[in-house]
């Protein structure tokens, strides 16, 4: 929000905006109070639960990012904050639905845990700076339940990966972000710190465009 990658606040005024993988829809709701017209998507039945319980005057879409319910050229901007691409085996498909709801010109902005991550062991102290992984294995993290269902899955993609899953999703990527962690932010959070943090970046936002 505060780096502006999908345009000024005052530019977002009518703009019609898709939030993908949108959770209980808090860019939303952020994009509504800055008069723009959102539509949240989410494929869990749940996350939708708490953005309606939150509320807000924001349409709530039950759908698979891979097969969007819209018409072609529906929305001027789409976005991800960490929703959808890194839950699916195939995000091309998913990019490329992004790009046909797009009108011409328009942008997708989304982000994603940054992929140096997966090398890493996810805790925030000095355990946490070791490289434990290979940063190339592709191994999807799984986690099951007691009958051995997957019940979360995350699939890891190297920075080159994704540079070409925008590519090949017929768009034109215009900047790669990756947020330095902020001075004041002295909280640890999960396998993150400022120790941590300071050294090895946690996000990776993608700005793409479409001709």
Not at 21 to 48: E, I, N, Y
Not at 122 to 132: A, I, M, R, T
Request: charged share 25%; glycine share 10%; hydrophobic share 40%.
């Amino acid at each position: 929000m505060e780096a502006e990658l999908l345009g000024p606040p005052e530019d977002l005024k009518g703009k019609d905006v898709l939030e993908i993988g949108a959770g209980a829809a808090q860019c939303s709701r952020w994009l509504a109070g800055q008069g723009a017209r959102p539509v949240a998507l989410d494929l869990s039945h749940r996350q939708l639960q708490h953005a309606l319980r939150i509320g807000g005057a924001v349409p709530l879409v039950e759908a698979d990012a891979g097969a969007l319910p819209f018409a072609d050229g529906s929305f001027d901007l789409a976005c991800s904050a960490y929703g959808a691409l890194p839950f699916v085996a195939d995000p091309v498909r998913v990019l490329r639905e992004v790009r046909r709801v797009l009108r011409p010109g328009g942008r997708f902005v989304f982000s994603v845990t940054h992929p140096i991550r997966w090398a890493f062991p996810d805790e925030p102290g000095p355990e946490g700076l070791s490289v434990s992984a290979s940063y190339f294995d592709r191994t999807p993290y799984v986690e099951q339940d007691e009958e051995g269902r997957a019940v979360y899955v995350e699939h890891h993609r190297t920075i080159g990966d994704r540079v070409r899953d925008v590519v090949a999703g017929g768009f034109r990527l215009v900047d790669l972000v990756e947020p330095q962690w902020p001075a004041w932010n002295t909280q640890e959070w999960g396998g993150w710190s400022p120790l941590r943090g300071n050294l090895i970046p946690g996000t990776a936002i993608f700005v793409c465009e479409r001709d």
